[in-house]
């Protein structure tokens, strides 16, 4: 079955960086488009970035642009998420998504989420 694990979150200060990753399995990882989310407390969960399923477009949710860098190793079955130049409003649990399969009745598939705290 799809399983996604994230991993990477953690506590850093302002301005720091993380590498989130997100290990696939159960599907043909090279096959699908891969997205991250995040949800922060009392909030709704928030798209974040995108990316093809071999790479070749990204797009990202205008909260994180120039900051945030999708990219994946389809060898590995992984996606990560770059984060640089972290801010405290970037605090938030971060998922990994993807919508499966391609052919016939499809639904999100979510992983368990990675922490991912902000603060000085």
């Known amino acids: 079955q799809v399983q996604l694990v994230e991993s990477g979150g953690g506590l850093v200060q302002p301005g720091e960086s993380l590498r989130l990753s997100c290990a696939a399995s159960g599907f043909t990882f090279s096959d699908y488009g891969m997205r991250w989310y995040r949800q922060a407390p009392g909030k709704e969960r928030e798209w974040v970035a995108f990316i093809s399923s071999i790479g070749n477009t990204t797009l990202y949710g205008n909260s994180i642009k120039g900051r945030f860098t999708i990219s994946r190793d389809n060898a590995k079955k992984t996606v990560y998420l770059q984060m640089n130049s972290l801010k405290p409003e970037d605090t938030a649990v971060y998922y990994c998504?993807?919508?499966?399969?391609?052919?016939?009745?499809?639904?999100?598939?979510w992983g368990h989420g990675t922490q991912v705290t902000v603060s000085s």
């Open positions: 998504n993807v919508y499966y399969p391609l052919a016939g009745p499809a639904r999100d598939y």
